[in-house]
């Protein structure tokens, strides 16, 4: 399994796979609070069967080149991940997403995930679009958008139903052009 370094604190992004199911649903536990205001995921991942089939339709999604999942790890814990929930070769769109546990807030991590998958997905890959959905609420997945040189494009008024009231999404995304742009200005290159 590839790892990729996030920086010098031990940070590091892999794939999350189905044999991982154990070691997903501890974190999703312990992350269960923190994130359900905003985030599916500890809806449907709730023990280790449902947190090994949520890991194989990412798996499935990865073979059909339509999603990816990546966990963001301090060290040899994993505290988080990033997500392309979805993903569409032919045109040349995907959204990103994240979750974080409590214990590696205010890190940078997930800029520094989301910077990797982005960069990989419009340089490699070759896509034109990357959005980020938000709910209006979720100041820090703002923020994270904000950093990442994304665009508010709209709010998706009382869009997605939690805890029992209704939420504003706000839609953010970058296109290919603006994301190089802003990664001149983030990571200037060395003249050679």
């Known amino acids: 399994m590839f790892s990729v370094s996030l920086g010098a604190?031990?940070?590091?992004l892999g794939p999350l796979e189905p044999w991982q199911a154990e070691e997903?649903?501890?974190?999703?536990?312990r992350s269960r609070e923190f994130v359900t205001p905003y985030v599916a995921i500890?809806?449907?991942?709730?023990d280790v069967d449902s947190s090994r089939n949520y890991l194989l339709d990412y798996a499935e999604k990865a073979a059909a080149d339509?999603?990816?999942?990546?966990?963001?790890?301090?060290?040899s814990t994993l505290v988080g991940g990033v997500l392309f929930r979805t993903m569409d070769a032919r045109h040349g769109n995907a959204e990103a997403g994240c979750w974080l546990e409590p214990s590696?807030?205010?890190?940078g991590l997930v800029t520094r995930a989301a910077t990797t998958i982005i960069d990989w997905i419009i340089t490699e890959r070759g896509f034109h679009r990357v959005e980020w959905l938000a709910a209006s609420a979720n100041t820090p997945s703002i923020a994270v958008a904000r950093r990442l040189g994304m665009t508010r494009d709209g709010v998706l008024r009382e869009h997605i139903a939690r805890d029992g009231k209704r939420h504003d999404m706000e839609i953010w995304s970058v296109l290919a052009p603006e994301w190089h742009a802003h990664r001149q200005r983030v990571r200037p290159v060395t003249p050679t």
């Open 24 to 29: 997903f649903l501890a974190h999703i536990d």
């Open 42 to 46: 500890p809806d449907v991942v709730t």
């Open 9 to 12: 604190d031990g940070a590091h």
């Open 66 to 75: 339509t999603g990816r999942l990546y966990g963001i790890r301090l060290d």
């Open 104 to 107: 590696a807030v205010g890190r």
